[in-house]
């Protein structure tokens, strides 16, 4: 499993590497659905957070518990183990010895995957602060729009009924129109390239460091079933 982890992680560190400024950035007016998706990764990110640190963490308290359960009924230590192995009857059997041995070994290795997890959890909360950060320029710009959409309304209720007037209000509104959209689409494609920054700044970082702690985990676990495999025999 861990194996594969890395490897999808490597793959999707490669993908997001190739991000340039070629990346097309269309310019719109910030929406509700906007605004929603970009709250919604914040949680997600949130929640890969909080789910990768509850696994590693209720890992160790499980292996932990069951470390100091072996350790309570068979005594061992530096001191006995060679009598363990020669089956004296003051002290439990090898069979149970064995598996207190790899229980220890479990337990340094969940506590040696320790940087590796930090390192990946400190990436995914930097890139779920600067998502924050983008939801809030979002929702400031939905504000903007629909009081600047509120206040275009009231300005044609007051519009008169004059040709002349008509026609002049008409090109004034037009032009005003037209430099607001130039303002608009300006303060709108700087908050995609922005956007596009977050993604390039954080995505490599989290996926390098995730495909770290899946190697780590993989090498973790294949020392422990190889030194398994070798007691056994």
């Keep these: 499993m861990w194996k594969i ?19 097309e950035v269309s310019i719109e007016e910030p929406s509700k659905a906007q605004k929603d998706a970009t709250l919604k990764l914040e949680y997600e990110l949130l929640e890969w957070n909080d789910h990768l640190n509850n696994w590693l963490q209720y890992h160790k308290k499980y292996i932990s518990d069951l470390y100091t359960w072996s350790q309570m009924h068979c005594q061992v230590n530096d001191e006995n183990k060679d009598e363990v192995k020669k089956g004296k009857e003051d002290v439990c059997d090898w069979s149970r010895a ?31 602060s600067d998502v924050h950060l983008l939801y809030k320029i979002q ?11 509120k206040h275009a309304k009231k300005l044609n209720h007051k519009r008169t009924f004059s040709f002349r007037k008509l026609d002049i209000s008409s090109a004034s509104s037009s ?5 607001w959209w130039e303002e608009r689409s300006g303060i709108i494609g700087d908050h995609k390239i922005n956007t596009l920054e977050v993604l390039k700044q954080h995505l490599p ?7 770290s702690f899946a190697e ?14 070798a007691q056994c025999v």
């Design 98 to 128: 064995h598996v207190f041995w790899l229980l220890k070994e479990w337990r340094d290795s969940l506590m040696s995957l320790d940087p590796y997890h930090k390192e990946s959890m400190d990436n995914i909360n930097k890139f779920a």
């Design 205 to 211: 970082k989290i996926f390098k460091s995730m495909t």
């Design 139 to 149: 929702s400031h710009d939905l504000k903007l729009k629909r009081r600047e959409e």
């Design 5 to 23: 982890m890395s490897e999808c992680h490597q793959a999707q560190e490669e993908t997001t590497l190739e991000i340039d400024d070629a990346f």
């Design 216 to 229: 780590a985990s993989w090498r973790a676990y294949e020392k422990i079933q190889q030194q398994a495999q």
């Design 175 to 179: 032009n005003g129109s037209s430099r």
